[in-house]
């Protein structure tokens, strides 16, 4: 179960600095919270960003005891009062003795056993107290103007502070080299990034280079062979920050440009790796940016569909070897409907039963590639509403739309039907009924001189588990993009077509976007 994490969170961080230990496990770790009240408390643990449940005990006179089970692995854990208050400690595979008071935890901590959380509280100290002094000094520059003489000496006394509290990083890491807390702690450190080039008349060369700099040495600080940094939220952080938008143009190619050069350097047995795909691979299978599920599906064809000498998937954690192989057949289909890639052509007939059309043949600028059923509700809406921008917009700008009904069976007659009655002039094919009947009998009289397996069996290939869908297609047939309302298609062609102040036909529809 997954604990909510909210603001406490900051107040209470007390890392957890974990060593691999050989003494086996059963290590007690007893905390006391003067004036806490008897109750049932919850030991927890990280991993990446995320708070899980560990186990249950009875606080009585502000104390509380567990035992390390098996599965605690070296990370950060927290012990969870109620009310959402909890503090942090480091657990290392030793005994843990930690006693402390509220509202600040940290402040308060007095570690009686556990060597790393002895160097860790002394370090979370400093800091709070170093940041005191300096948020004081901007306090008080803030009443100067910028060019004043004590608001240059209060900033200059600023940066001091940060000199020392990097002296001071370095000095632990020197001193305590076997110790996981240097680790974390030059994990949480960012890189050093120089100033930028300049060229013989001080201006500088390459106005992106810090970004670049900073970007391609973001995980110098971080030991990428540590499986125990998994289990901190630090790197949690770490890997949350680099994908996101404030390092990375949210673009499916962009994001796999560094994706997979750093999911490949890492060990593939190792927890680190794990984590890594899976955190990637799933943030973007959630993402409700258009066209990042290229992401998810490149990842997941990459490492959970990509198999090792003995057939075995190199995402060693995927167990459930019918879920995979449900995984892979899914992803292969979609691997052909992501942003960037021609998917496969359609030839089907008109409503004529004879004229066979497909989309690659069109010269169109732009193609609409529409799939739709003449029964479904909201089909029924929208179907109108793309004649209507056909009709005012789309045929006089070269944007064609290729419509592929359902007309299978008793469908044939009623997609003919609504076709007519809503005078819809675009181009509309389907699988029909005597079409179908005659490929299921012998589909060798129409593959290949005619269509293609993939045509006829085009629910499977483009993915029609509902409808109506859109793709909108490239003059070379690429898709870049999918899934869009009426409006936001009418939007998306005006601003591809660079078309200045467009009158818009159909505003946003709340109904329609809820769907």
Known sequence: MIINNNSNMKQLLVIALLLVSTFGFGQKLRFKVDGAKDTTVFLTKYYGSKLFYEDTAQMKGGVVEFTAKKDLKPGIIALLMPGQKFFQVIYNNEEISIETKGPDFVSNMKVKKSEENKVFVAYLNYLQEQRNVATGKGDERKKFKEGDAEYKRLGEQMDSISKLVAAYQMDLQKNNPTKLVSKVIKMSMDVSVPDAPKDASGKVINPNYRYEYFRAHYWDNIDLKDDRLVNTPVFGSKIEYFFGKNMLVQHPDTILQFAFPFCDQ??????MFKYSVDYITNTFAKSNIMGLDKVYVYMVNRYYCKFDEKGNSIAYWMKDKEKLDELCKENKVKMNLVQGVRPPNISLRDTTDVTWKNFYDLKSEYTILYFWDPECGHCKKTTPKLQTLYEKKFKARNVEIFAVGKA?????EKWKKFIRDNNLQ???????????????ADPRLFIPKFTTLESLNYHDTYDIYATPRIFVLDKDKKIIAKQLTISQLEDFIDRMQNIK????????DPEEEAH
């Open 266 to 271: 890492l060990d593939k047995k190792s927890e």
């Open 408 to 412: 299978t069976g008793d469908d044939f």
């Open 501 to 508: 102040n467009p009158e818009k036909i159909f505003p946003p």
């Open 426 to 440: 675009f181009i509309n094919v389907g699988l029909t009924k005597k079409l179908f009947e005659d490929a299921t």
